[in-house]
């Protein structure tokens, strides 16, 4: 199974709205809406964002929203804050019932 | 509140091994599925190696299959992952992962801290 592909990173002024791409094939972000979506701060935990496409976990900011059209998900990162400034990583759920993660993109907060 | 704390992590050398821990607690272990995922220095996420709430299924991921083994002790809360003939290319920071099980795929909701493995002569 290879990983999703990701941008290495995306860069964006505090306020402004940027968007995570995600790509896969239709056996894993294609074929099902289980889609997740990390942070990871350096030196910390992965932190889950996201699941299921579009389902934010309590406690997550509202600022952050996914989506998904074809074997394309996204992540949107509206209002963006120093806070943000972070590693994220895609993952999905694939055919042979195991994940996969995508290769990361590096947030950074100009 | 949720806590998993890995341990056993180490500088090892090629060909060895090794086993690591993970200590749940805060929730009842023996209803959830756990994973190890890995990240190499400066690199991504991938996983390892995944069990069932029950241990009654298992997976690996391709470049551990044959020589990783993950087992749990639900007595204990405890999971593990029995590393044998250890390689340079497994040199990570190995996580343990409790899975939020959905109608058919699944995510993760809590991360340990990590535990590293250099695998090194």
């Known amino acids: 199974q290879s990983a999703l592909t990701q941008p290495a990173s995306v860069s964006g002024s505090p306020g402004q709205s940027i968007t995570l791409s995600c790509t896969g094939t239709?056996?894993?972000?294609?074929?099902?809406?289980?889609v997740s979506w990390y942070q990871q701060h350096p030196g910390k935990a992965p932190k889950v964002m996201i699941f299921e496409v579009s389902n934010r976990p309590s406690g997550v900011s509202n600022r952050f929203s996914g989506s998904k059209s074809g074997n394309t998900a996204s992540l949107t990162i509206s209002g963006l804050q120093a806070e943000d400034e972070a590693d994220y990583y895609c993952?999905?759920?694939?055919?042979?019932?195991?994940?996969?993660f995508g290769t990361g993109t590096k947030v950074t907060v100009l | 509140q949720v806590q998993l704390v890995e341990s056993g992590g180490g500088v090892v050398l090629p060909g060895r091994s090794l086993r690591l821990s993970c200590a749940a607690s805060g929730f009842t272990f023996s209803n959830y599925g756990m994973y190890w995922v890995r990240q190499a220095p400066g690199k991504g996420l991938e996983w390892v190696a995944g069990?069932?709430?029950?241990?009654?299924?298992?997976y690996y991921g391709d470049s551990v299959k044959g020589r990783f083994t993950i087992s749990r002790d639900n007595s204990r809360n405890t999971l593990y992952l029995q590393m044998n003939s250890l390689r340079a290319d497994d040199t990570a920071v190995y996580y343990c992962?409790?899975?939020?099980?959905?109608?058919?795929?699944?995510?993760?909701?809590?991360w340990g801290q990590g535990t590293l493995v250099p695998v090194s002569s």
């Open positions: 069990i069932w709430y029950d241990g009654s299924n298992k």
């Open positions: 993952s999905s759920y694939t055919s042979t019932g195991t994940p996969v």
């Open positions: 992962a409790r899975e939020i099980a959905l109608a058919w795929g699944f995510y993760f909701d809590f």
């Open positions: 239709s056996s894993d972000v294609g074929g099902y809406n289980y």
